[in-house]
């Protein structure tokens, strides 16, 4: 069974940055594939990035559009955690993030695009005012 925790959530202003964390426990095997998503009210939920990776070797990173280069996925292997880095932060940023592991399809490139993963964190809020 994986869990997986986040925080790091919180109220900035418009350019502002905050790092997210997910704490992983129980997700024993390799390669590895997480990623994060988030959800406003009224809109769908959407990937936000997503890595694979295998120790220190990352076989992919992606981004959706909005926030290639402002965002940054990471991970530290030895703390079991994800990060996300969100840089100049904007209004549109506003909504719950939630971490996502354990690709429910043939590719973690796939599960991400729809959203189809086997564990899911409760979610931070971030909140960005203009």
């Known amino acids: 069974q994986v869990q997986l925790v986040e925080s790091g959530g919180g109220s900035v202003q418009a350019g502002g940055s905050l790092r997210l964390s997910c704490a992983a426990s129980g997700y024993t095997t390799s390669p590895k594939c997480m990623a994060w998503f988030r959800q406003s009210p009224g809109k769908e939920r959407e990937g936000v990035a997503d890595i694979y990776f295998n120790g220190d070797t990352i076989y992919h990173e992606y981004y959706t559009d909005s926030v290639k280069g402002r965002f940054t996925i990471s991970r530290d292997n030895g703390k079991n955690t994800l990060y996300l880095q969100m840089n100049n932060l904007k209004p549109e940023d506003t909504a719950l993030y939630f971490c996502?592991?354990?690709?429910?399809?043939?590719?973690?490139?796939?599960?991400?695009?729809?959203?189809?993963?086997?564990?899911w964190g409760q979610g931070t809020q971030v909140t960005v005012s203009s």
């Open positions: 996502a592991a354990v690709p429910n399809l043939s590719t973690c490139f796939e599960s991400w695009t729809s959203g189809n993963f086997l564990y």
